[in-house]
C-alpha cells in the first residue's frame, strides 16, 4: 500500500548543495504518512523523520561544507520535533541527534568507477556486506563518542576486507579497489574521486526517485581531464555542454531503478538548444519524458536563468503534460502526444493549450519553405571583449583610429521593428588576415590590452591572434545590402519576441542581433521582413522556439509560407510604406498596415477564424517601444567566451 511505499522509497540528490531539495522531499513524505497514519504527538513525528533519513533520503555533493549543511539542515528539522524538559539527567528531553555520514556524502556523482555497476554482487563477499552495514545502521544511532569511534575502526577495517578480496578477482582493476578502499565517509574534509551508490549506500538496483537542481557549469570551465572523462563516458555530451545535462544521463541510465524517475530544475536551455539535441533525443525517444513545467526567469534570486523542470521517468510514456507556469497562480496545461516534437527535430516547447499546437502545427506545414533554404542566417560579430573593441566617438578622436579598420555598428538596442534608431557607433574591425602594422594607433589602443585579449579562448586555442575579433564572421555577408536584422537578446517575458528592421547601409553588428541574407537577389527581403514582424511569427517565438534569445538556429527552422503574386506583393508594398514612415519618424503610427500584414500572413498560413482570434487576444504585432526598452536584456559590455553562439552562422 501507499505507506509501505513510502516508507521504503529511495530518494537521491546527486547535487544536494546545502540540501533543500532532499529536505522537501521529507517533509512532503511526512506531511502524507502523518495524515494516513494519523500521527499528532512530536515523539511519534521524530521517529518517523529519523526512520525515513535512515531508509529513504541519500544526498551527494562534490562540495564537503555542501554536505555538512545538507547533514545541519537535517539536524535541525529533527530537533525541532522535540520539546525541551527539565530533566537535566536525561539530555533535558533532548535525543542525540543521528550520524549522517552515510546519508549525506561528499563525492563526484559524475565520475563512476570503472569495473561498473553490481561489483559488489558476489556470495564470497555477501557476508562482508552484511557486517559492514551493519556496523553503518548502529553507528547511524550511535550515542557515545567512544561507540562511535569503535564503530568507524570497525568500517575502516572492514572496508580493507572488502577491497582485498576485489583486488583478487579476475578482471578486477586494482585501482578501483584502492579507491573503495580509500573512501574514508568519516573525514568530512575529504571528497570522493567517484560516486558508487553500492558502496556509499548499499543501494544495488537503483534509486526511485533523483530530484535535484544540478550546477550549471558549461564544460568549458571544467578541467581538461573532467572533460575529456565526460566526453569518452557519456553519450550525450555534444559541444557547448553543461554539466546539469551530465547529471540528466546519469540520472536516467545509472542512478534510477527500471522504473524509476528523475526531476531536475534546468536552464531553460535544454529544451530548444543545439548542445543538448543529444539530450532531448535520449529523453524523447525512449519516452522518458513525463513533464515540462516552464517557470521562466524569477525563481532564483540569486542568479537571472530562464528555467524550467523536467520529470521523467523510464515506465515509457504515452503523453507528454507541458505546463506554462510563470505565473504559478494561473498555470495552463496541455497534454501532447509523447512523439509530438519529433515533428520539430525534437525542440521541446511549452505551448499552453490544444489551440495554440493546431496553430504551430499550421505554421509547420511541409507546404512552408523554411528561411536557411534561402537566405543566410548568422549572428553578429562576437568580440570578446567589447570595451576595447567599440570605441567612443571620443576614444576615435583622441587617439586618432585609423578609419580603415572602422567600421558602423548596430547593438541590440539601436534598433526596434522596421526602424534602425542609431548608426553612430564604430567597431575596429580586425581579423586573422588583417594587416595591423599598417594601423599603428589601433595596434596601440589594442596592444594596452593585450593581456586580457590573449586569455579569450580562441587566442588560448591558437584559433585567431590576439588581436582578432573573437568571431569576426564572414565580412563579405557583413557587407551584403539589403539585410534583416532581428534582435538576439530579447527579455522571455516580453510581450513582443521577434523585433527585426532592415539595413540598407551595410551595417555591421554585435552578438545581440542576428542578420539574415537573401541567397539569391530574387528572394524579396521585404516579403520574409512584413513575416517576421507579423502576430503569427511572434507567437512561434513565444512558445515553440520560446527563449531568452531570439537564436539564428531557430530563426534558420522558422517555416515561410509562399504566396501568390498578389499577395506577396501587397505584403512587400505594406513593408516598404512602414519602413520610409519610420525612417522620417519613429513614433509614426503604422498600426493599420500592420494590422492588413498580419491579416494576410493569417490567410497566408491557413488560420481558421478561430485560431486568428486567439492570436489576436494572446499577442501584439505591434510594441510599446519605450515601454519595453526599459526592461529588454542588454548585451553585457565585456562578453565572456560561452556567452554566444559559436555555431550560428549559415
Same mark, same amino acid.
Given at each position: ?6 516508507t521504503?522509497?529511495k530518494?537521491?540528490d ?9 529536505m522537501g ?5 511526512v506531511?502524507i ?12 513525528i ?17 562540495q ?34 543521528p ?9 563526484n ?18 557476508d562482508?556486506?552484511?557486517?559492514l ?33 576485489l ?13 573503495l ?10 571528497s ?16 526511485d ?12 570551465l571544467v ?5 575529456s ?6 553519450s550525450?555530451?555534444?559541444?557547448r555542454?553543461?554539466l ?11 542512478y ?29 525517444? @525512449?519516452r522518458w /519524458?513525463?513533464? $515540462? !513545467?516552464?517557470?521562466? +526567469?524569477?525563481?532564483?534570486? =540569486?542568479?537571472?536563468n530562464? #528555467? ?11 503523453t ?9 497562480n ?22 499552453s493549450?490544444n ?24 549572428q553578429?560579430i562576437?568580440t ?17 583610429l585609423? @578609419?580603415?579598420l /572602422?567600421?558602423? $555598428? !548596430?547593438?541590440?538596442? +539601436?534598433?526596434?521593428?522596421? =526602424?534602425?534608431?542609431?548608426? #553612430? ?15 599603428p594607433n ?13 586569455r579569450?579562448?580562441?587566442?588560448r ?7 582578432s575579433?573573437?568571431?569576426?564572421r ?5 557587407d551584403?545590402?539589403?539585410k534583416?536584422?532581428?534582435?538576439a537578446?530579447?527579455?522571455?517575458r ?24 537573401p541567397? @539569391? ?45 498578389s499577395d ?5 508594398e505594406l ?19 500592420t ?7 493569417y ?6 477564424a ?22 529588454e536584456v ?17
Open positions: 500500500d501507499l505507506v509501505n511505499k513510502l521504503a522509497i530518494i537521491l546527486p547535487a544536494c548543495g546545502s540540501g533543500a531539495f532532499p522531499a521529507l517533509l512532503r513524505i506531511e504518512l502523518r495524515t494516513l497514519k494519523g500521527l499528532q504527538d512530536q515523539e511519534s521524530y521517529d518517523l523523520k529519523l526512520n525515513l533519513i535512515e531508509q529513504c533520503i541519500f544526498g551527494v555533493d562534490i564537503c561544507i555542501a554536505v555538512q549543511i545538507s547533514k545541519l539542515r537535517f539536524f535541525i528539522s529533527l530537533v525541532c520535533e522535540q520539546e525541551r524538559t527539565d530533566d537535566a539527567t536525561n539530555n533535558y528531553g533532548i535525543n542525540p541527534l550520524n549522517l555520514e552515510t546519508k549525506f556524502v561528499a563525492a556523482s559524475l565520475v563512476r568507477l570503472s569495473s561498473g555497476h553490481g561489483i559488489l554482487q558476489s556470495a564470497d563477499i555477501e562482508l556486506k552484511a557486517r552495514w551493519e556496523v553503518r545502521h548502529l553507528h547511524f544511532r550511535a550515542r557515545t563518542y567512544q561507540g562511535k569511534k569503535k564503530l568507524r575502526t570497525q568500517d575502516g577495517v572492514l572496508r580493507k576486507q572488502l577491497a582485498s578480496k583486488e583478487g578477482w579476475k578482471g578486477f582493476d586494482i585501482d578501483a579497489a584502492d579507491s578502499a580509500g573512501w574514508d565517509p568519516y573525514n568530512q574534509n575529504q570522493s574521486s567517484f560516486f558508487d551508490a553500492e558502496w556509499m549506500f548499499n543501494i544495488t538496483s537503483g534509486f526517485v533523483v530530484i535535484g537542481n544540478p550546477p550549471y557549469i558549461n564544460v568549458q578541467s581538461p581531464e573532467d572533460k572523462y565526460y566526453s569518452h563516458n557519456y550525450t555530451f555534444f559541444k555542454y553543461d546539469f545535462g551530465l547529471f540528466f544521463e546519469a540520472g536516467l541510465t545509472s534510477t531503478t527500471e522504473s524509476g524517475s528523475v526531476t531536475f530544475i534546468v536552464p531553460q536551455q535544454v529544451a530548444n538548444n543545439l548542445s543538448f539535441k543529444k539530450l532531448r533525443d535520449m529523453m524523447l525517444n @525512449k /519524458l513525463r513533464e $515540462v !513545467l516552464y517557470l521562466g +526567469d524569477r525563481v532564483f534570486t =540569486a542568479a537571472n530562464d #528555467v524550467c523542470v523536467l520529470h521523467l521517468t523510464k515506465t515509457g510514456n504515452q507528454i503534460r507541458l505546463t506554462y507556469a510563470l505565473d504559478f494561473q498555470m495552463q496545461s496541455v497534454e501532447v502526444p509523447s512523439n509530438h516534437f519529433f515533428e520539430y527535430g525534437n525542440v521541446i516547447s511549452f505551448s493549450d489551440l495554440g499546437e493546431s496553430i504551430v502545427a499550421k505554421i509547420f506545414s511541409k507546404m512552408n519553405w523554411r528561411i536557411k533554404e534561402r537566405f543566410s542566417v548568422f553578429g562576437v570578446g571583449n567589447n570595451p576595447v573593441f567599440l570605441p567612443s566617438a571620443e576614444d576615435i578622436l583622441h587617439e586618432g585609423e @578609419k580603415g /572602422l567600421q558602423p $555598428v !548596430l547593438l541590440g538596442r +539601436d534598433f526596434e521593428r522596421w =526602424a534602425i534608431r542609431n548608426t #553612430v557607433r564604430q567597431i575596429i574591425y580586425v581579423d586573422r588576415s588583417t594587416k595591423i602594422s599598417f594601423y589601433i595596434y596601440k589602443r589594442l596592444e594596452r590590452y593585450k593581456s586580457a585579449l590573449e579569450r579562448r580562441e587566442c586555442n591558437n584559433t585567431i591572434p590576439w588581436y575579433l573573437q568571431w569576426p564572414n565580412r563579405s555577408e557583413l551584403r545590402i539589403p534583416i536584422v532581428v534582435q537578446t530579447r527579455n522571455q516580453l510581450s513582443t519576441r521577434v523585433v527585426a528592421a532592415l539595413d540598407l547601409q551595410g551595417l555591421y553588428g554585435t552578438q545581440g542581433l542576428n542578420f539574415i541574407v541567397r @539569391k537577389p530574387g528572394y524579396s527581403t521585404h516579403y520574409l521582413l512584413a513575416i517576421l514582424n507579423s502576430k503569427v511569427i511572434n507567437y512561434l517565438f513565444a512558445t515553440k522556439f520560446l527563449n531568452v534569445a531570439i537564436k539564428a538556429e531557430y530563426l534558420k527552422e522558422t517555416p515561410i509560407p509562399g504566396a501568390k503574386p506577396q506583393n501587397r505584403l512587400e513593408a516598404k510604406t512602414i519602413l520610409d514612415l519610420k525612417k522620417n519618424n519613429l513614433k509614426a503610427d503604422v498600426s493599420d498596415m494590422s492588413e500584414i498580419d491579416a494576410l500572413v490567410k497566408l498560413y491557413g488560420l481558421t478561430e485560431e486568428i482570434d486567439f492570436l489576436e487576444r494572446t499577442g501584439s504585432s505591434e510594441p510599446n517601444i519605450e515601454a519595453e526598452a526599459d526592461t542588454e548585451e553585457d559590455a565585456a562578453v565572456s567566451d560561452s556567452g554566444a553562439d559559436e555555431d550560428a552562422f549559415n
